[in-house]
């Protein structure tokens, strides 16, 4: 019975591509660890961007360096 | 010194609701394990159905499944 | 389909208190918002004293505080 | 730059497992999202089967009813 | 290649704070444990007043009673 | 009343490392956002590096990659 929680910016995911995300993870459970897809849970969380940080500052400010 | 996260879909919980879940969790945790209420933390997410996936789908289309 | 997640320090609670808790927490979500226990799942995870820290300090260290 | 955390009940999966879930996850999220592997993170939490409640009891007390 | 998540009260936390968060935990984890930054990630969730209890009641409750 | 959540590799992080940690977190809390050290809450957690996954691989093969 696992639980999966993914964590991802905000940035204009699709429903389709959530349910993507649902089942290809359920799906690698299944194969991976032979769990039920009954009693597997997955959680998407979208992050806004300047809630998200890497390298000590907020991703789009990360982005605008590394195109730099 | 507990730290409770609750995750729920969201489906209209009412503050009553959340005031009853985190008194009741509080309670729980004084009662089984002595804890002090005053350092124990609940945190309640309300997660919308289509980012919260079980079986491979996401909640609403699990419980078209389920009806049928 | 509540996921619920308990933290607590690390310090002897028994296999019947952890049953309690899982119990305790699903009746709770059964009572308050009428979710089904059947997908209802409690993860319980034991932190060591060390890794948690209250007021700027760790655990132990803030009890002796306290206890001052 | 995501971050997924899978959290399993702790039965024996191999490294070589984990490494399946790694690769999977992170593949998936390539795929769907086109995301950068570079800044993807994936952690695994074993949990023990006490510490993990479904219907309001312990995993190894629910699979005893669930085969009954 | 930590992760960090910072989880406050929804009360007006104003993006340059959030950026003062992200840099100041980064360089914690540089600082003490020589960490790189560059797979360092943090964050944040801001948590409304409602969903988030302490002794027993939610946050905006128990700061009336505190002032009592 | 914040909550912070330290995730990093197992690899010997010393008690007075993790001290280190949480003071810096919370004083940064207090610094940033004013917020009271007394109810400030940091979890560290310890993950083996097998169960942390990078790049799409668990860290020490990721290591071993970046060093080639």
Known sequence: ?????IKITR???TSQQKTDLI???TDLLV????????T???????VATE????????VHEFRNHAQT
Chains 1, 2, 3, 4, 5, 6 share one sequence.
């Open 1 to 5: 019975m696992p639980y999966v929680n």
């Open 11 to 13: 940035e204009g995911a």
């Open 23 to 25: 089942k290809g993870v």
């Open 31 to 38: 194969t991976v660890l032979n769990k039920s897809p009954n």
């Open 40 to 46: 597997t849970f997955v959680v998407i969380d979208e």
């Open 51 to 58: 809630d998200w940080g890497i390298a000590g500052m907020p």
